[in-house]
């Protein structure tokens, strides 16, 4: 008898150990990954499809990359492949992409910025406010308006602002000031 509970008893914490191996298994495989992504948009080209099919496509796209993590956006940025695709739509393809998924981007990004230690997010702002420097002498002022006044970075900026506004800590809102009246800068000389 207590042979047999014992056996029970191996074969049901064997049962367990599968179940928990296939679950993890089954887990990492539906993970979306920066790779999986780019795998989706190198397998989708859009050029010479009609309209519906495009929707589609980007649809699955903003699907996908809505589904990464913070961190895996970060490397799906990274990849340089996104910019090549963006490129290829149209400006009102470019406007429903970023309507798809910039809100979830910047609710991920003060997210991550919230849990970041302060020391952290002050470089991370310095870095930052070097990069409008270099980018503003590299292109200049009559480069800067024009972007600016783009209605994709319009959207970009007041979609950041809502973002900023209901979703970062008090601490976060401090050590992003100087970024945020840098870019209020920006803004007000291309105006």
Not at 45 to 54: E, S, V
Not at 149 to 157: F, L
Request: no cysteine; net charge positive.
């Amino acid at each position: 008898m207590k042979r047999q509970v014992w056996t029970w008893g191996v074969l049901a914490l064997v049962a367990v150990w599968v179940a928990a191996g296939v679950g993890v298994w089954l887990a990492r495989s539906q993970r979306m990954t920066a790779g999986k992504t780019v795998a989706y948009l190198e397998s989708h080209p859009l050029q010479g499809l009609p309209a519906g099919q495009r929707e589609q496509i980007i649809a699955g796209m903003a699907d996908r990359v809505n589904k990464l993590s913070f961190e895996e956006r970060q490397k799906f940025r990274y990849e340089g492949r996104l910019r090549e695709w963006f490129e290829e739509l149209t400006p009102e393809e470019r406007l429903r992409y970023i309507d798809l998924t910039l809100p979830k981007g910047m609710k991920q990004m003060m997210e991550a910025f919230n849990k970041m230690p302060t020391l952290k997010r002050k470089q991370l702002v310095s870095r930052a406010l070097a990069d409008l420097d270099r980018v503003r002498e590299e292109t200049g002022h009559l480069n800067a308006e024009r972007v600016l006044s783009d209605a994709n970075m319009q959207r970009i900026v007041d979609e950041g602002m809502k973002t900023f506004i209901r979703d970062a800590s008090a601490d976060t809102k401090l050590d992003l000031q100087p970024l945020i009246e840098q870019m209020q800068n920006i803004m007000q000389r291309s105006r």
